[in-house]
Nanobody
Framework: QVQLVESGGGLVQAGGSLRLSCVASGSIFKINAMNWYRQAPGKQRELVATIFSGGTTTYADSVKGRFTISRDNAKNTVYLQMNSLKPEDTAVYYC?????????????WGQGTQVTVSS
């Protein structure tokens, strides 16, 4: 059984920084793309950033230049460094990954971590 567990959320003032972590555990053969999504109250879940197994990254326009996604393949961990936070970044942040176990690739979600940015 594979699990994704996020940590690092919290309350921060506008302009501040937070670093989210997500650790994948279980019978993992390989992790392909790793993603961070977020969902604000009353809004749809949106893709924030992606990092592929080779290190290529993509970002939503709303976070470009402020957020950085990275991964440590040896630790099966993905990070999201969030700088210059704005109140509109307030949301539950979810880790998501395409994980290969045995010969099957499955998409997994973490339970989410709350990020609140006060003005």
């Amino acid at each position: 059984q594979v699990q994704l567990v996020e940590s690092g959320g919290g309350l921060v003032q506008a302009g501040g920084s937070l670093r989210l972590s997500c650790v994948a555990s279980g019978s993992i053969f390989k992790i392909n793309a790793m993603n961070w999504y977020r969902q604000a109250p009353g809004k749809q879940r949106e893709l924030v950033a992606t990092i592929f197994s080779g290190g290529t990254t993509t970002y939503a326009d709303s976070v470009k230049g402020r957020f950085t996604i990275s991964r440590d393949n040896a630790k099966n961990t993905v990070y999201l460094q969030m700088n210059s936070l704005k109140p509109e970044d307030t949301a539950v942040y979810y880790c998501n990954a395409d994980i290969v176990t045995s010969s099957v690739s499955t998409n997994y979600w973490g339970q989410g971590t709350q990020v609140t940015v006060s003005s």
